[in-house]
């Protein structure tokens, strides 16, 4: 009995001890996460960064001197620029080391290593989409360049030596809850950072829904619903711009897909979005008489930030403005001389092209009437706790092949079974070169200059100087498509529909100084239908560009705060155009005494989406039910994924075709108007409030039922922000969903000084645990901008400095 007690009493410590020092499916192993010598508590506010201090890096060429503001905004002095990007890496991973790993691992689709089996689709689909193929190329292009090749290799050791100053007691928080370990950064995770923004901009693809349509209904009524250009549309590059260029010949359209749109023949069986703005005011419209320049990027609202905001000052550059974590170099940004922004322009740059296969080895395809030989490309997903995958992924000379099965996975719905990507993002390229030079810019030749070497994701960039020149340009590399070439699933047997070349950089659209003194984009149409090349068939809705245009007419001696507000504006010109048409549909002897009240709202709205509007919140469910209503039955089939046409197309058919036939629900035996949609999708917004809600109340109010919030990177309960009480809606200016919106809005007016002001909702640090992890949230959510502190010199006095670190070789 004694050794039985004997044995229980060291079984069960070591028992538990492995228990508590191991990781047991969402849970951190937790003596190792509550020792308080190891564990969270070291990840409380860390003084560390509250004076001065020194750290030496192996490496450096000079001494680097960097100044910590009282936001823990980094402004590097650096006498190279070797030490310049060395020391932007160091720094960039003291704050958000965490956030560059797991963005880097999931691009490369890594997750599996860290979380177990039940991140394996999300690895495969990254692997098979070709996110490491298209990182290697694009690191060729960078080292290819003596310029980029330093950037990228000096940013890399200075996250490395970070890293190496690290014990698991000061491993940034995920680290411990997520039980791993951080890994030496490499070059090509900088280029898979690159990737990831590509994927998030440029990865979209409606092909396979536009084929099913096709297939469904016909050429006749896809072009109809489907058209190449909007009804209403305000450009980026103002109509009637005069093309001062001798355009390339575009390739000939296959005589085959001309058949296939027309109707002659069937095509074959087959088994909104991201928003920004930018703008730019000549002098001529400013009370300085010098430019200003306004951009906020639209993209998922994350802790930490998507943007980081640092200093950069070497000879030849003084930058100011936000990188992303884990690439060299400012994004967006100013100098003493120039600044300039960027917004999406949606290009068609990612297409499928239908394989024919010699069998089911798929080891060869039939192209250029022969068969010709796949590669494979062996993908190895790590998994915790279980054994590796070994994914084979088979490339065509267009790309890989994504699927041969679909997976149960979301993002994988617009992907074809069996077709290859063609994809921008798989190709060779050197970004950072474009940054390069931006960061160093002095004139509106150095901004051309720059956009030569600017690959993916295409971006509008807005630009202005204080020469007092303006312009914009949607800019990237542009594949020379006949028209359409990419709207449906492109045959891969034949290389009439292969792309044919490029559009020449100088060539793709530009405007500078045009006679109406401003520049604007918010990712609707690059140009009219006079421009000679295809770049996409659709491009966002035109509402934001339209009301940015309109203001910006307006204006006259514009000053920083007249940009600020205009960020933040909240009307909708999509209510403007739709509430005239759609009340009078309404009848009101059937309405019940909430409904009525809602209508009431609704005949009172200025139209705006303000955090405090209970008809910003009816209108908006009204008018998602109504388009429900009027395509859902067509458009929703099972086996047959499709998407339903464009707002715009609603939108002319709801106030210029009161009797389509799309009006009827085919599913039903009575035949239904516009009249009786329109009327039950009100009745529906009203029930759906006051079922969730209650009685017409303040709960009501656009800002509670929208819900904006800030969530954590990987959705860690706890570490996201509460819910912020703000207006805003995607079809306005300030285009705010539940999680998406401006991350970063800056306003740059130009001089013989230059002032920046900006913000984003987060904060500097990556730590959770650091006052600085969200501390700039309440200002952004108020819309509200900081004066950013633009330093000459390392001690420069204008600004309030709260801790030095000086680096040496």
Same mark, same amino acid.
């Given at each position: 009995m004694n050794k039985i007690k004997a044995l229980f009493c060291l079984v069960i410590p070591i028992a538990l001890a492995f228990l508590f020092? =191991?990781?047991?499916?969402? =849970?951190?192993?937790?003596?190792?996460?509550?020792?308080?010598?190891?564990?969270?508590?070291?990840?409380?506010?860390?003084? #560390?960064?509250?004076f001065n201090h020194k750290a030496k890096i192996k490496g450096a060429i000079d001494e680097i001197e960097i100044v910590f503001d009282d936001r823990m905004i980094p402004h590097i002095f650096a006498r190279n620029d070797h030490d310049l990007y060395l020391a932007q890496g160091y720094v960039t991973a003291m704050h958000r080391l965490w956030q560059m790993d797991f963005q880097t691992r999931f691009a490369a689709g890594r997750i599996s290593e860290v979380v177990g089996d039940k991140a394996i689709e999300v690895d495969r689909y990254q692997r098979r989409m070709g996110m490491v193929y298209g990182a290697e190329n694009s690191l060729k292009g960078m080292m290819a360049n003596p310029k980029s090749k330093e950037m990228i290799l000096a940013y890399t050791d200075g996250i490395n030596a970070y890293i190496k100053t690290l014990s698991h007691a000061n491993y940034p928080l995920e680290y411990k809850i997520l039980d791993f370990r951080p890994e030496n950064w490499t070059p090509?995770?900088?280029?898979?950072?690159l990737k990831q923004m590509s994927a998030v901009l440029a990865m979209?693809?409606?092909?396979?829904?536009? &084929?099913?349509?096709l297939r469904k209904f016909g050429p006749d009524i896809t072009k109809d619903l489907f058209p190449d250009y909007p009804f209403r549309e305000d450009p980026i590059i103002p109509v009637g711009t005069k093309w001062d260029f001798s355009p390339l010949p575009t390739p000939k359209t296959p005589e085959s897909f001309t058949k296939a749109i027309t109707g002659e023949v069937r095509t074959r069986e087959k088994i909104e979005g991201i928003g920004s703005?930018?703008?730019?005011?000549?002098?001529?419209? =400013?009370?300085?008489?010098?430019?200003?320049l306004a951009n906020d990027p639209h993209l998922d609202l994350t802790l930490p930030s998507i943007w980081y905001q640092i200093q950069l000052h070497a000879p030849g550059v003084n930058s100011y403005g936000v990188s992303l974590p884990g690439a060299p170099g400012i994004i967006i940004g100013f100098n003493q001389k120039i600044a300039w922004g960027v917004t999406n322009v949606a290009a068609d740059v990612l297409d499928f092209y239908q394989i024919k296969f010699k069998d089911t &080895? #798929?080891?060869?395809?039939?192209?250029?009437?022969?068969?010709?030989a796949t590669t494979k490309r062996l993908e190895t997903i790590k998994v915790r706790g279980g054994k590796d995958e070994i994914d084979t992924v088979f490339y065509t000379h267009h790309g890989p092949v994504v699927y041969f099965q679909k997976p149960k996975y979301g993002r994988a719905n617009n992907v074809p079974v069996g077709d290859a990507l063609r994809w921008i993002a798989h190709d060779s390229s050197n970004e950072l070169m474009t940054f390069y030079y931006l960061n160093r810019g002095k004139d509106y030749t150095d901004y051309r200059k720059a956009l030569t070497y600017y690959t993916a994701p295409a971006q509008n960039f807005v630009f202005a100087s204080v020469d007092n020149d303006i312009a914009i340009t949607p800019n990237g590399k542009f594949p020379l498509k006949w028209k359409d070439q990419g709207k449906f699933i492109l045959d891969g047997t034949d290389p009439a529909y292969d792309w044919q070349g490029w559009i020449p950089a100088a060539q793709n659209p530009t405007v500078k100084n045009p006679p109406r003194g401003f520049v604007s984009s918010a990712n609707q149409s690059s140009t009219d239908t006079t421009y000679p090349y295809y770049i996409n068939w659709e491009f966002?809705?035109?509402? %934001?560009?339209? %009301?940015?245009?309109? %203001?910006?007419?307006?204006?006259?001696?514009? =000053?920083?705060?007249?940009?600020?507000?205009?960020?933040?504006?909240?009307? @909708?010109?999509?209510?403007?155009?739709?509430?005239?048409?759609?009340?009078?549909?309404?009848?009101?002897?059937?309405?019940?005494? &909430?409904?009525?009240?809602?209508?009431?709202?609704?005949?009172?709205?200025n139209k705006r989406y303000d955090a405090d509007q209970i008809a910003a919140s009816v209108f908006e469910i009204w008018t998602k039910r109504l388009s429900f209503n009027i395509w859902n039955d067509e458009f929703e089939v099972e086996g047959i994924p499709m998407r339903y046409p464009s707002r715009? %197309?609603?939108?002319?058919?709801?106030?210029?075709?009161?009797?389509?036939?799309?009006?009827?629900?085919?599913?039903? &035996?009575?035949?239904?108007?516009? @009249?009786?949609?329109?009327?039950?999708?009100?009745?529906?917004?009203?029930d759906s409030l006051e079922l969730r809600f209650g009685p017409i109340n303040k709960d009501w109010n656009w800002s509670n039922v929208k819900q904006t919030n800030v969530p954590h990177l990987a959705k860690i309960p706890g570490f996201g922000s509460q819910v912020l009480q703000i207006g805003g809606g995607k079809s306005t200016i300030n285009a705010l969903s539940e999680t998406n919106g401006p991350s970063w809005r800056m306003v740059i007016e130009l001089g013989k000084t230059p002032k920046g002001h900006g913000v984003y909702p987060g904060g500097q640090s990556g730590n959770p645990g650091s006052k600085y992890y969200d501390n700039m949230i309440d200002t952004w959510a108020s819309g509200k901008l900081y004066d950013l502190f633009y330093m000459q010199t390392p001690d420069d006095r204008s600004g309030t400095i709260i801790s030095r670190l000086k680096i040496s070789k």
């Open positions: 020092n =191991t990781k047991l499916g969402s =849970t951190p192993p937790l003596l190792k996460f509550l020792n308080p010598f190891m564990g969270f508590w070291q990840n409380a506010e860390n003084n #560390h960064f509250m090509v995770k900088c280029a898979l950072l979209g693809s409606d092909e396979f829904y536009m &084929t099913n349509i703005n930018n703008w730019a005011l000549s002098g001529s419209k =400013t009370a300085s008489g010098f430019p200003i &080895t #798929h080891n060869e395809y039939w192209y250029n009437n022969k068969w010709n966002a809705p035109y509402e %934001r560009g339209k %009301r940015i245009n309109e %203001r910006l007419g307006a204006m006259s001696k514009a =000053t920083m705060d007249s940009i600020r507000l205009m960020q933040t504006d909240n009307y @909708s010109i999509m209510a403007q155009n739709l509430v005239p048409a759609l009340v009078p549909l309404l009848d009101n002897e059937k309405l019940n005494a &909430t409904q009525k009240e809602s209508l009431n709202y609704i005949n009172k709205w715009d %197309r609603t939108v002319e058919m709801i106030l210029k075709e009161p009797n389509a036939s799309w009006y009827d629900n085919i599913k039903t &035996t009575q035949k239904e108007t516009l @009249s009786d949609l329109v009327n039950e999708a009100f009745k529906y917004s009203c």
